[in-house]
């Protein structure tokens, strides 16, 4: 199992210096990636590019960037752009977001996302790999073949449900996780999209699971404090399916928490159910959190 960072947007006059030196000390430390989500402020495509292209050796990933609002070949085009600026190490990880945000925020119709899921993917995917795409669907459409430089980039879907992770398996590189417990990722996740790819002909998918982390020696005080820094993803609904398939109350349920042993045993527990990449999303303690994954990303 790989290990990566979650890096965290600066709130700063330099935001992209900020990012480099964030990038800088996790290549540094010898995780395998970094990843940044894309929520309302830095465009993450473009963060990474610009903060990472002087920053060598490092995976440098997106989990993940929204699909309504840009069509499949806009989105292609800018992620292989981005993969020609580091160099062939960036990884285009994609999700549907949420009801309260494309259609509150951003005016879509959030109908039958699977079947708008389907349709992205059947442009995207030939378009990152430099083939002609003709494509004519429901919702989205495309006839088009981009000549950007940056061609073959891993292109990961936010799946959670059955009939996500079946597409994911079946269609692209893997997922990228988020809020999904160790039952849940050995039980559901990785026998799912695993069967997928494998009737798919594809190779074993990638399964990327980004989780709150905490080394301590108060658990309880850990949980309660991931409770409350990520409130907001006990009451979406596509993370409220997987809490509850869990069996966990609240996000804090989830999180990887304990002291050193304890969390070094949760994590093997992940490798063993099949998880491919882990990202440590460090949110209280975070030194010592940082210096057991360190630790781990050396192996």
């Known amino acids: 199992m790989r290990y990566g960072y979650f890096l965290n947007e600066p709130q700063s006059s330099d935001p992209i210096g900020g990012l480099r030196d964030q990038i800088s000390q996790a290549a540094d430390e010898g995780f395998a990636s970094a990843w940044i989500s894309n929520i309302f402020g830095l465009d993450a495509i473009t963060a990474l590019a610009a903060a990472g292209n002087q920053v060598p050796g490092i995976e440098l990933g997106t989990a993940v960037v929204p699909t309504y609002p840009r069509h ?4 292609a085009q800018q992620a292989m752009t981005a993969n020609a600026a580091l160099g062939g190490r960036f990884a285009l990880g994609i999700g549907l977001s949420h009801k309260i945000v494309i259609e509150n925020m951003y005016g879509y ?3 039958r996302p699977g079947r708008h899921m389907k349709e992205y993917l059947s442009i995207l995917v030939p378009a990152t790999r430099g083939e002609h795409v003709k494509y004519d669907g429901e919702t989205l459409k495309a006839d088009i073949k ?7 980039l891993p292109v990961l879907v936010a799946a959670l449900g059955p009939r996500m992770l079946k597409l994911a398996g079946a269609a692209a590189d893997g997922t990228v996780l988020w809020m999904t417990g160790p039952k849940t990722v050995a039980e559901h996740i990785v026998p799912t999209i695993t069967a997928a790819a494998a009737e798919a002909g594809r190779e074993p998918p990638r399964v990327v699971c980004a989780l709150p982390i905490c080394v301590t020696d108060d658990p309880a005080g850990a949980v309660a ?3 409350e820094v990520f409130s907001v993803y006990g009451q979406l609904p596509s993370y409220r399916a997987m809490l509850d398939r869990e069996g966990a109350a609240g996000p804090g349920d989830v999180a990887i928490v304990g002291d050193e042993d304890t969390v070094l045993a949760k994590l093997a527990a992940l490798a063993e159910s099949g998880v491919t990449d882990f990202v440590g999303s460090a949110y209280a ?5 940082r210096s057991l994954l360190v630790g781990a990303a050396k192996g």
């Open 72 to 75: 499949p070949a806009v989105l």
């Open 109 to 111: 119709d959030f109908d």
């Open 146 to 152: 981009l000549s950007t430089p940056g061609a073959g």
């Open 225 to 227: 404090r991931a409770n």
């Open 285 to 289: 303690n975070r030194d010592r959190t």
